[in-house]
């Protein structure tokens, strides 16, 4: 995953330090030695995560977070403050101003790394839904603007998961005299059963170790359910166990908090978390009721191919703004037409929902899947390269063909194919151009057999012919 990052330090050896290491790591990397000139790099060309020295002089890191955090323009951008002060009392004052994280140099590099590729995929979430959100908004439908306010303190239903009992009372208490609402498990078994029957959580905060299992068990077991994806985890763990907090963080833990638990910095991380998922929800169910009927398909649910086209033109530009890659999936059902001839329409209708389903099932939350005829759907997957738009088509096309759809009778089960065509979309390429050569590519695998994937041919830029003379 590449992203771009901005480091602020008045120091140079500090930034040319952090920017070597960044670079190694194929980020992309821009430089700031004030706060002034973070801000206006910041507003001029927003990047996807700051990394913020805390002492510097005019205007220190934590002035310097909070303006980030009140400009509507860069308040969604996450920020990481560096910094050789280790007290609770300064942790806490970055969190306060709106900091998403707070590390101590010398900085682990590992941690330090997993911590930026972390932020940078919640950013891309929250980018995703303001795209579809700016897109809506393009067809001129109600749009209710969201922000987040640092000055919010929202009271949450917060699951806590700790085999101690001791911490699992202090945990608890401490929340629920903030106003939290809580709930509390002992292990990963009963952790699991309360997310399966309990209300919708805001948080869940889970130890390391859990007495009948593991904690990144646990989580990577919560973000295999796709109800609970966007669901933020607060990690605990020891100072020494730094290995099980960079595989957390690919796992997809949100935060951390470090033992001996703080009361103060427990709140700020909760705090947070909390109103980071307000702010997504609110952004999702906004987007989700704008919609309506005017960009969705009525009977499938999927969008629609105006909201399509629109779309993969705002995912295109953006993705050539960060240096990446757009795949598109073309699909068509395979002999859909004797689907409908044989056993009705309505079977067919039913086929197309279950299609739909699967296909909504089976990608990321970034991605999108819309119906644009009648048994033709596509998906648009932005950072995707080739390689991983053709094994996420193969998955797909394996996901509707590997069980039958159980249709009302007489027809009863049916076996339904797909055939995939897959494009990237190419340099200086329309996102119309790519779709008709990922048409292309699906209609050769049609003519290779049906139930099959291909690649499209490589894009080649039209040029236009020398003047004579």
């Known amino acids: 995953m590449t992203a771009r990052v901005l480091i602020v330090d008045d120091i140079p050896t500090n930034l040319r330090l952090l920017e070597a290491k960044l670079t190694a790591e194929y980020f992309s990397v821009q430089s700031a030695q004030s706060g002034a000139a973070a801000l206006q790099l910041a507003e001029n060309d927003p990047p996807d995560i700051i990394l913020l020295d805390v002492m510097m002089p005019e205007m220190d890191g934590f002035e310097v977070c909070r303006r ?35 590390l101590t140099k010398p900085v682990n590099d590992l941690t330090l790394f997993a911590r930026v590729r972390s932020l940078v995929r919640l950013k891309m979430a929250m980018d995703e839904w303001q795209s579809r959100e700016a897109t809506c908004d393009q067809f001129g439908l109600p749009v209710e603007q969201h922000k987040i306010d640092i000055d919010d303190d929202p009271k949450g239903r917060i699951l806590v998961v700790e085999p101690d009992r001791y911490t699992l009372e202090k945990i608890a208490q401490t929340l629920e005299a903030h106003g939290h609402f809580v709930v509390t498990a002992g292990g990963a078994a009963e952790g699991e059963q309360l997310l399966a029957s309990e209300a919708s959580f805001d ?9 009948d299992s593991d904690g990144l068990r646990f989580c990577s077991q919560m973000r295999s359910r796709p109800q609970m994806r966007r669901l933020p985890v607060l990690l605990l763990l020891g100072q020494e166990e730094l290995g099980g907090l960079v595989k957390g963080f690919d796992i997809g833990i949100n935060d951390y908090l470090f033992r001996p638990i703080d009361s103060n910095e427990l709140k700020a991380r909760v705090r947070t978390q909390v109103r ?5 929800d609110g952004l999702q169910d906004t987007y989700q009721r704008s919609l309506a009927m005017a960009l969705t398909d009525g009977l499938t649910g999927l969008y629609n191919r105006r909201y399509f086209e629109a779309h993969l033109e705002s995912t295109i530009t953006r993705a050539r703004t960060g240096g990446n890659e757009v795949s598109l999936l073309m699909m068509d059902l395979d002999h859909f037409k004797k689907i409908n001839d044989t056993h009705g329409h309505a079977t067919g209708d039913c086929v197309l929902k279950e299609v739909a ?3 909504s099932h089976g990608i990321r939350e970034v991605d999108l899947v819309a119906r644009i005829g009648g048994e033709e759907f596509v998906v648009v997957m932005p950072d995707s390269t080739d390689g991983i738009g053709v094994k996420v088509a193969d998955r797909l096309r394996l996901a509707v063909a590997s069980t039958p759809f159980e249709t009302p009778p007489p027809a009863g089960a049916l076996s339904v194919t797909v055939s995939v065509g897959v494009a990237v979309v190419g340099v200086g390429e329309s996102g119309a151009d790519a779709l008709r050569r990922a048409d ?10 049906r139930n099959r994937v291909a690649p499209a041919r490589p894009y080649a830029p039209q040029t236009r012919p020398a003047a004579n003379g």
């Open 68 to 102: 980030l955090k009140t400009n509507p323009r860069t308040a969604a951008i996450p920020v990481v403050m560096v910094t050789a002060l280790s007290d609770t009392e300064d942790r806490v004052k970055g969190l306060e101003a709106g900091a998403d994280d707070f």
């Open 203 to 211: 948080l869940v905060i889970s130890a390391l170790y859990l007495g």
């Open 276 to 280: 980071r998922k307000r702010y997504q």
């Open 357 to 359: 389903h699967r296909l």
């Open 440 to 449: 292309e590519a699906l209609y050769r695998a049609k003519s290779q057999g």
